[in-house]
């Protein structure tokens, strides 16, 4: 039976795990339950791919979409792996067939959507109790939950899997989930004492941007001006305000198609196909287009309307960038979309419903009008610490400046005191104001704060309640028309002459140019050899027409990138490039070869792979230090300092050995524990002198040259410490 990693190593081209797959893929392969929840592009899939692969049988994934469906076969079969998908698209004939082969063995993983299992009284149920079934995988769990934000009927049959099928082992993933979704999820799977894990949820290389909704289009039409070969998502709310926005982008000239759930099931499939297949650049669509596209080279995802609760725009957005290059979130936001939005939140005879989804709401109306970290926003919504400026959003690139607010303050909260906390944003304002409406009374305009706001116009007046319910000084009742109340500070400002300074911004960061991103994020991560980088494009292009499938599957823009910089000249140097497994050398290598050679000689250049010192992910990881101080790291860290070996540690946490293994590796990469504590130093030098022969080709290299007398463990923790010397 082949190891996880060598798994990974053959058929994906990746030398190491991240974020928790190791931990999940360990869990399973121990046919134990796992729950995951992961950033969208952080790798979720290969939570069961790879246990599919170690494992004896077929590996049945549940997914609620078609296109998911289609996208994961097409990637997995593009690197060599059996696999098929049974959907309401295929006919009777396609769908037995595909039947035989799981009755035969053929297959390893095969996806379903959750309505096969229970139609006709559960028959394919019954069916999958003759096959041998590795494991159960039921991607989007969130859609299991009444409290999550895309619940889906559907999925409610899955509670009875556990009991029919109690040996077999179930992996629950989704990408947004908050700790009442989990805990729900865990309990409508029927999961038996899962192992949870929850990564990190920082998008590093996505940009977050709030911008006032004034002249969108305008916006965004210049903006697409500005990334003319950028493929991205405009989010908008409504049918009707899909195709408009769509049309006016096409009437100025930008690639563009509408997609929503009221066109034809046919029309959506050809819209969707065009644009996974880089045929159309910009998808203009509500929340029912982008669940489970695995599109990975999205530069963008805007919203032209806000939605309604912050699990949704972080799904959303984190379709932006999964290759691991930077891209950008902007989100169009007015007060006008969350007046709109809380009449939508009211479930007529379900007021805990109502009230949550009221909550949810005010919490994305928070995110966008807070004068705080976007990114710090998000992460502390979903559990997660994150200290200090991101630096890679709105907020924190653009520049305040503190202004005293106490003399408006203290009108404006005097306002709301005379007219005894019974009105909302625009009845205060226009009171201040000395507005003439039939809804100011002759009692009104008796009060002696009744006009004292005329010099001000409306926008001032809505900023500064923005402000002051920011800052704690005002709160709004959670209603569908809310109110403006008092709190403690406000009654300091009001009676105990307290000074109120507040922030306005002096400038605002923008969203920038592909020039000036590379220029951020430094040139070695993008393309030296732009030219050799569009030839490689239209080889990727050409060839996935061939096999009718989506450009990035067969390899994304990160690994295109790595080619251009790194110039490989052999089938072993592509081994170093991310995303070369074995079956991709073997079918894809001469086809790119061939053009990396022909380009090298006309300009006069050789391969510097030997320069790339491992490979590795694009995206950014998090930060080391949270990484060996936080989670389950830090248990398995704790135990360790305690004296305990490896073994004690893994029977403590019930974790395998390789698990804690993996887990030492990490802290011998950050520095956490000196190499020479966990195995022999001479083991190291002959280590690491075979790593520098060979330029650390892979871990699998280096343990065919030393023998069986040198554990993977061993050659892990060894070039862990060399990498973190020469990083060093």
């Not at 394919?124 to 079934?133: A, G, N, T, V, Y």
């Not at 205060?428 to 809804?439: E, H, N, T, W």
Request: with cysteine.
């Amino acid at each position: 039976m082949k190891s996880p990693l060598e798994v990974l190593q053959q058929y994906f081209g990746y030398d190491n795990f991240r974020l928790e797959q190791a931990n999940a893929v360990e869990n399973v392969i121990a046919k134990k339950d796992t729950f995951v929840l992961m950033p969208t592009g952080g790798g979720k899939s290969l939570c069961y791919q790879v246990p599919a692969l170690v494992l004896e049988g077929t590996a049945i994934v549940i997914s609620p979409l078609i296109a998911l469906m289609k996208d994961q076969v097409d990637a997995l079969r593009v690197n060599g792996i059996s696999a098929a998908y049974i959907n309401s698209s295929m006919s009777s004939f396609e769908q037995n067939e595909t039947l035989h082969q799981l009755k035969n063995g053929e297959l390893k993983l095969l996806y379903i959507a959750p309505e096969k299992l229970s139609a006709d009284n559960g028959a394919f149920l019954k069916f999958l109790e003759e096959i041998k079934i590795s494991l159960f995988a039921v991607d989007e769990a969130h859609c299991v939950s009444h409290w999550g934000h895309d619940f889906r009927p559907d999925y409610l049959f899955l509670n009875g899997l556990k009991n029919q099928f109690p040996q077999i082992p179930i992996i629950a993933l989704t990408a947004s989930a908050d700790e009442i979704t989990r805990q729900d999820i865990v309990k409508q799977l029927n999961l038996q004492e899962p192992l949870v894990l929850v990564s990190s949820f920082d998008r590093a290389n996505i940009k977050y941007f709030v911008q006032p909704k004034q002249s969108v289009i305008h916006h965004i039409i210049q903006y697409l001006n500005e990334h003319p070969n950028d493929s991205g998502i405009i989010y908008c709310l409504s049918r009707k305000g899909t195709e408009e926005m769509s049309n006016q982008l096409k009437e100025n000239g930008i690639n563009s198609a509408f997609y929503h759930a009221g066109i034809s099931s046919v029309e959506r499939a050809k819209v969707q196909e065009d644009f996974i297949k880089d045929k159309t650049q910009v998808m203009v669509a509500t929340i029912a287009f982008g669940m489970g596209i695995d599109k990975s080279n999205v530069r963008f995802v805007m919203h032209a309307d806000l939605p309604k609760n912050i699990e949704s725009y972080y799904q959303e957005t984190g379709r932006a960038g999964r290759d691991g290059l930077p891209s950008e979130a902007i989100l169009f936001y007015s007060g006008a979309d969350v007046i709109k939005l809380r009449r939508f939140a009211l479930i007529e005879g379900n007021e805990e419903q109502s009230g949550l989804m009221l909550r949810k709401l005010q919490q994305m109306a928070d995110f966008a009008e807070m004068q705080k970290c976007r990114r710090q926003y998000l992460m502390e919504y979903f559990g997660e610490n994150h200290s200090g400026n991101c630096n890679n959003c709105d907020y924190c690139l653009s520049e305040f400046e503190t202004w005293d607010a106490t003399v408006d303050a203290q009108k404006l909260l005097s306002a709301v005191f005379r007219l005894k906390e019974r009105y909302g944003k625009n009845m205060i304002i226009d009171f201040l104001r000395g507005s003439k409406s039939v809804k100011i009374t002759d009692y009104m305009q008796s009060l002696p704060t009744y006009g004292i706001g005329s010099k001000n116009d409306k926008n001032y007046w809505h900023n500064l309640i923005k402000q002051l319910l920011i800052n704690g000084f005002l709160e709004e009742s959670n209603e569908e028309f809310s109110v403006l109340k008092l709190t403690e500070e406000s009654n300091l400002v009001l009676f105990k002459h307290k000074k109120v300074s507040l922030q306005k911004i002096k400038e605002q960061a923008k969203a920038v140019t592909v020039a000036e991103m590379e220029a951020e994020y430094g040139k070695n991560e993008f393309t030296e050899n732009l030219d050799l980088f569009d030839e490689l494009k239209k080889i990727r292009r050409e060839q996935a027409e061939k096999e009718n499938v989506p450009p990035y599957v067969i390899f994304s823009d990160a690994t295109l990138m790595e080619l251009a910089n790194y110039l490989p000249n052999t089938k072993e140097e592509l081994n170093q490039i991310s995303g070369f497994g074995e079956f991709k050398i073997e079918k894809y290598g001469e086809l790119f070869l061939e053009a990396i050679v022909d380009y090298c000689n006309i300009n006069n250049l050789t391969s510097k792979v030997s320069e790339k010192k491992q490979k590795k992910q694009r995206e950014p990881k998090p930060k080391k230090a949270n990484k060996s101080t936080s989670g389950t790291f830090a248990t398995t860290f704790q135990l360790y300092q305690e004296n305990n070996s490896i073994e004690e540690i893994a029977k403590i946490r019930n974790l395998s050995v390789n698990t804690i293994q993996n887990h030492l590796v990490n802290f011998v990469a950050t520095g956490t524990i000196n190499a020479g504590d966990l195995i022999d130093k001479n083991k190291i030098e002959s280590i690491i002198e075979v790593a520098k022969a060979q330029k650390i080709q892979s871990l699998k290299a280096i343990k065919e040259a030393l023998g069986d007398d040198f554990s993977y463990f061993e050659i892990h923790v060894a070039v862990a410490h060399y990498k973190s010397q020469e990083e060093n």
